[in-house]
């Protein structure tokens, strides 16, 4: 079976004045339909630089990104841009939202793809009920909590149904309860759809449930630190009412 994403020999220098600071070296990682990955590694390790590379929006010093065999590199930048808003979504913590109202923007994905304003707001609305936040449909995105945000987040991302999704430490900002509910909803999207889903996280606090477990380490190589199925989330009840309790 091929890999819906796969990093071949990829490497990154980062540059600071005239010294080079290797970030990834000779990282090779294959993700395939119905895996939910996590790479774990400390802040300034180049978790984020390589999921950036991974979502083709940035580029490796050397190896290749590939997307279901279809090397990012040598697309053209409409075919890029066709994979990144129809089969590939992705999710970062350094994302600012806009003034607009949260069903609003779950509906924006949708449209422009030959389906009309009525049917992309019954998709959006299904989506955030499917992230347990169909009640906060009609408010405002900056009336939200993190928690609630961040399922906001996913529902905007997966209303398009895509075959990889990539987050870049979703639950950083998540207490633990809201961290398992998360994932626990992570995993059954990955469960229900076959998805393929990548994260990464500062510890294992944040990957609790995944199937695979990476560590990028201070040399800028990832290892694979777990090729066995995690114990599953414990699926804890939905959010509180209100926000004060999402806070």
């Known amino acids: 079976m091929s890999a819906l994403l796969s990093l071949r020999g990829v490497s990154k220098i980062h540059w600071r004045g005239s010294r080079p600071i290797p970030v990834l070296r ?4 294959a993700l395939h339909a119905g895996d939910f990955a996590a790479i774990l590694g400390d ?4 978790k984020t630089t390589l999921l950036r590379i991974a979502a ?50 779950v509906t924006v994905p949708l449209l422009g793809h030959g389906i009309t304003r ?20 009609g408010a405002m995105l900056h009336e939200l909590s ?47 759809e076959r998805i393929a889903v990548l994260i990464t996280a500062a510890d294992a606090s944040g990957a609790a449930g995944i199937n695979r477990l990476l560590v990028l380490v201070g040399n800028g190589e990832l290892r694979e630190a777990q090729s066995a199925h995690a114990a599953p989330v414990v699926p804890l ?11």
Not at 26 to 29: E, F, G, Q
Not at 157 to 182: F, G, I, S, Y
Not at 237 to 247: C, E, T
């Open 118 to 137: 009525r049917e992309a707001r019954r998709r959006a609305s299904a989506e955030l009920a499917r992230w347990d936040i169909g009640d906060a449909a």
């Open 56 to 105: 083709g929006v940035d580029v490796p010093d050397e190896g290749e990104v590939a997307f279901d065999e279809r090397r990012l590199r040598s697309m053209s930048d409409a075919k890029r841009a066709a994979l990144w808003a129809s089969e590939l979504a992705s999710v970062w913590n350094s994302a600012t939202w806009p003034a607009r109202k949260v069903l609003d923007t």
């Open 43 to 46: 802040r300034k390790m180049g």
């Open 26 to 29: 000779d990282v090779s990682l």
């Open 237 to 247: 009840p939905a959010r509180a009412q209100g926000r004060s309790g999402d806070a």
């Open 146 to 192: 993190d928690a609630e945000l961040l399922r906001v987040a996913f529902a905007e991302a997966l209303v398009r149904r895509p075959r990889v999704l990539l987050a870049d430490d979703p639950t950083e900002t998540l207490n633990l309860m809201e961290r398992n509910q998360v994932l626990a909803h992570l995993q059954r999207v990955v469960r229900e």
